[in-house]
């Protein structure tokens, strides 16, 4: 199984970035897959998810309206669009998978991780 983040950077305030998680080793269609940051000092923060069977997405509160999370079956990957970043958004961006077991995105950090992506907002 692989879980491949890329896409991360710089960006300035209001600027905006497109991750990539490129997925392998399991049945993409059958996983709620999505993305979680990692701040030094805090703890782990679930960003967004996405049942990719059906495309409902979850959205965590501090992200609504500026990020979109989205799919691609024929790649088997997920893209996160991220909009109107601040520098709170600072962190390692790493994507994760859990099979779809009909609980939606509830557990999706708990499956499989892949390493991060830097993501670095200038202020």
């Known amino acids: 199984v692989q879980l491949q983040a890329s896409g991360g950077g710089l960006a300035q305030t209001g600027g905006s970035l497109r991750l990539s998680c490129a997925t392998s080793g399991f049945t993409f269609n059958r996983y709620a897959i999505g993305w979680y940051r990692q701040i030094p000092g805090k703890e782990r923060e679930g960003v967004s998810c996405?049942?990719?069977?059906?495309?409902?997405?979850w959205y965590g509160d501090s992200v609504k309206g500026r990020f979109a999370i989205s799919k691609d079956s024929s790649k088997s990957t997920v893209y996160l669009q991220m909009n109107s970043l601040q520098p709170e958004d600072t962190g390692v961006y790493h994507c994760?998978?859990?099979?779809?077991?009909?609980?939606?995105?509830?557990?999706?950090?708990?499956?499989?991780r892949g390493q991060g992506t830097l993501v670095t907002v200038s202020s």
């Open positions: 996405i049942l990719v069977r059906d495309g409902t997405t």
């Open positions: 994760a998978a859990d099979a779809d077991y009909g609980l939606g995105c509830r557990d999706f950090m708990s499956g499989y």
